[in-house]
């Protein structure tokens, strides 16, 4: 699921809080629309 180049590790190496950040609102997102199917 997760293919990042050794490049996109190296620019993002210093800024995970963001993909955290990035992350959790794509996860949050995805629930948001499962349950507003059900």
Known sequence: MWQ???QNLN???N???SIDV???LKWTAY???F???I
Request: charged letters at 0%; hydrophobic letters at 45%; one cysteine or more.
């Open 4 to 6: 990042i180049s050794n």
């Open 11 to 13: 620019v993002h190496h």
């Open 15 to 17: 800024s995970n809080m």
């Open 22 to 24: 990035c992350t959790l």
């Open 31 to 33: 629930c948001a629309f």
């Open 35 to 37: 349950f507003h199917l």
